[in-house]
């Protein structure tokens, strides 16, 4: 096989060594257009994980690689005035100039041809003469732009400013410095990578890059401004660029982030930063790149299948460990881009936030490295919320206005479809009652109807008459009786998302009879085709929902609910007022994002005004529609704060169900992010959502300031004691079990302490 690879760098070159390697007699050849000694970079940075697995593929070239490694295990953190320390992350710094050494004298020695500048020039002609085109030549790959139509790149140029400097000052752990100016903040990624020199990269959003000047200073300039303002780490020694091709302000670069939707054409391929790219602060370009070669070079070794099967099984293999570290690149890459949300968190809970950012680095995984910082972090959590010892941040309290909560955990509001007539049952009472004794510090109801004609379903609670309230009376005592929780009712009105089948016989789809007319901002039905359209509401229609919202509220303090919720999420009534795929109205309650705001603000303000003073209010928000044209999260917040100014205590951060068109981005915690940038933004307490599963996940939001409680949905059906039991996993004893269940708490924790044991045997 004769095989071209187009660019020189790690990708590339580790590559040619393994297909060497697989294949002696294999032609191979790297065209380069640098200098052999050439790079922009400074420093690579591997973890100890990494490097096991790399072992496998060529040990002599780990092994050489580990000769020329500097290793450290802590990451320090400055901060307004303070350092902080988290130990046992096991990384490994190399120089960039020395890794491309070793990979071209190992090429070398296995028979690979190299030709230092050269430019590859026309790429159809490799394609000829070569059985098989590597693309390995960078993000700004020529291989991928030649054909560019089918690779189809989706390339997001990002929002921060970084330039990439060497030093000499030796750093002993990996540093990031955090420094305000007058012109916004900057932010320091450095690590020392051999015996004399660190990598010093200074990063800052463009907008305070150009409050500050930078635009205009040249590159001597640029070096002397981060020279002044990271004195205080360099010990008077001087900040280097390597960057000669590069002129004024182009020193400063703009972080490409790049993934292709195919990553072959017949016989060319892409690896590495052609293909995809993550960014520096999580610090896997390199792996990711070296992990491409090892791959590529496996499934070309195979006998089976055409190039063709080949190259596909290679994407396959690659393109889902490369979307979930660019997940987690892209999580760290915006913390650094938003960083003027977090500077006034303290300085605690900013550094956390900063370590966990990515969602691959957890409270339970920070504590496994390092359980001291993490104690640390658990007890400044439990003195904030008023403990004068540690506990698990989930089971710190929790107060709103009177109502105090006794953990951060709640359960989410579920449709149960099980109501008569909106009356709720003796299946709510045993549903609710379970919920409660098990643990989580707030208990939601399920969207709860204000009128007949706001039911989702014919199987949908209501608070609209005396029978309805008498029985929510009866399960919210019971509630109370039986457990610690707090009980919120949740009030709503489907819209135009009304009068369908309960969940099991057909989501949103339409009653085959019995239905009832509809409501909505726009006269747009749900599902075109399918759904019964809606009336657009009149001005008598809007007074008239307002007063059964007023009158629900009436009758939900009555019941004896500690805390009542508006949904104004999932695209029903009040959420349709909100976006603009639903809201096409002309008059003062349609166009602008202000006049959408201003029937659901009106219903929560009159709600709010006969509502105990004592007693919190929440909102559900959908935060994010998922389709072009719709709201989007900075819309969420604007939404969010006008909810503040009108008395909202917290918001419930949801996302989609506004449209049928969305296309959401599912994943571990996904909706996280909304509720992190309406907390931090806002200003205003937040619920999260989405995918939260585990009792780490709830730990590790809460500590890093991301929201303040946590609702979980499906983890509450599978297991009405999640939180009773999430305790015990923890070793934490200062959770309420029934009496009745003692036993069974025994049980359980003796139960875990034998599968540690076995565990700790294996």
């Given amino acids: 096989m004769r095989i071209a690879c187009l660019g020189g760098g790690p990708a590339g070159l580790f590559f040619a060594i393994l297909m060497k390697k697989a294949r002696p007699n294999s032609e191979v050849t790297v065209i380069e257009r640098n200098r052999a000694g050439d790079t922009f970079g400074w420093g690579v940075v591997f973890s100890d994980k990494t490097m096991d697995a790399f072992r496998t593929a060529d040990a002599r070239v780990v092994d050489e690689i580990e000769r020329s490694f500097r290793h450290w295990d802590d990451i320090d953190v400055y901060f307004k005035g303070r350092r902080f320390t988290s130990g046992g992350h096991g990384f490994c710094g190399i120089a960039r100039a020395k890794l491309l050494d070793i990979f071209q004298r190992r090429a070398r020695e296995l028979g690979v041809a190299m030709h230092f500048e050269q430019e590859a020039g026309d790429v159809d002609a490799y394609a000829r003469e070569y059985d098989l085109v590597v693309g390995s030549d960078g993000v700004h790959s020529a291989v991928r732009a030649r054909h560019e139509a089918h690779f189809n790149p989706r390339i997001d140029v990002r929002r921060c400013r970084f330039i990439w400097l060497g030093t000499r000052k030796k750093l002993d752990a990996f540093t990031f410095a955090f420094k305000e100016t007058p012109a916004g903040w900057f932010s320091l990624h450095a690590y020392r990578f051999d015996d004399d020199w660190s990598t010093f990269i200074v990063e800052t959003p463009e907008s305070t890059w150009l409050r500050a000047g930078l635009d205009q200073l040249d590159p001597a300039e640029s070096v002397a401004y981060c020279e002044r303002l990271f004195a205080d780490l360099l010990d008077g020694n001087p900040l280097v660029s390597n960057a000669r091709h590069l002129r004024g302000s182009a020193v400063w670069l703009k972080f490409n982030r790049v993934l292709c939707e195919r990553w072959f ?58 979307l979930k570290l660019q997940s987690a690149a892209r999580n760290r890459m915006r913390w650094f881009e938003d960083i003027e949300r977090y500077v006034t968190l303290e300085p605690e809970q900013f550094v956390f936030s900063l370590l966990t950012g990515s969602q691959r680095v957890s409270h339970a995984n920070l504590r496994l490295r390092d359980p001291a910082y993490v104690a640390s972090v658990d007890r400044w959590f439990a003195a904030r919320a008023g403990l004068p010892e540690a506990v698990p941040p989930m089971f710190a309290p929790f107060a709103l206005r009177g109502m105090t909560l006794t953990n951060r955990v709640a359960v989410s509001p579920m449709c149960m479809y099980s109501a008569v007539d909106g009356v709720p049952g003796e299946f709510h009472l045993t549903h609710y009652g379970a919920r409660a004794q098990g643990g989580a510090g707030l208990v939601f109801t399920e969207m709860t109807d204000v009128t007949p004609d706001g039911r989702i379903s014919p199987g949908c609670t209501g608070l609209w008459n005396d029978l309805q309230q008498s029985a929510w009376t009866r399960i919210v005592a019971h509630m109370h009786a039986t457990s610690d929780a707090k009980v919120c009712v949740q009030l709503g009105h489907a819209g135009r998302k009304g009068a369908t089948k309960v969940a099991w016989e057909g989501i949103d789809e339409p009653l ?137 205590d917290i918001v419930h951060v949801s996302s989609g169900q506004v449209s049928r068109d969305e296309k959401p981005v599912y994943g571990r915690m996904f909706q996280v992010p909304f509720s992190d940038q309406i907390r931090n933004d806002v200003g205003v307490p937040t619920i999260a959502v989405g995918n939260i599963t585990e009792y780490d996940h709830v730990n590790t939001i809460v500590a890093a300031g991301r929201a303040d409680l946590c609702a979980l949905a499906r983890a509450h059906l599978a297991d009405p004691f999640w939180t009773l039991h999430a305790a015990a996993e923890q070793g934490y004893k200062g959770v309420r079990w029934p009496p009745q269940y003692a036993s069974g708490r025994l049980l359980y924790e003796r139960t875990l302490q034998r599968a540690a044991q076995l565990a700790m045997q294996a």
């Fill in 265 to 322: 054409k017949d016989n060319v391929v892409l690896i590495g930063d052609a293909a995809h790219t993550a960014h520096f602060s999580i610090g896997s370009g390199t792996k990711l790149a070296m992990e491409d070669a090892i791959s590529l070079a496996g499934v070309l070794d195979a006998t089976d299948g055409t190039i063709h099967d080949r190259l596909a099984r290679y994407q396959a293999e690659r393109e889902v460990e490369a």
């Fill in 512 to 648: 085959d009879a019995g239905a009832w007319p509809l409501l909505a901002p726009s006269a747009l039905p749900y599902i075109p085709g399918v759904s019964q359209t809606p009336r657009a509401m009149t001005r008598d229609d809007m007074d008239a929902v307002r007063d059964a919202f007023v009158a629900a509220t009436r009758r939900a303090d009555a019941a004896g609910f500690d805390m009542i919720e508006l949904h104004a999420a999932h695209g029903y009534l009040l959420s349709s007022f909100l976006s603009p795929l639903t809201n096409q109205r002309d008059d003062e309650w349609g166009g602008s994002l202000e006049n959408r705001c201003r029937f659901p603000l009106e219903v929560f303000r009159a709600m709010r005004a006969v509502w105990p003073a004592a007693k919190p209010m929440s909102v559900r928000l959908s935060a994010h529609d998922w389709v072009p044209g719709g709201n989007t999260p900075d819309d969420a917040a604007v939404i969010a704060r006008h909810f503040k100014d009108a008395g909202v």
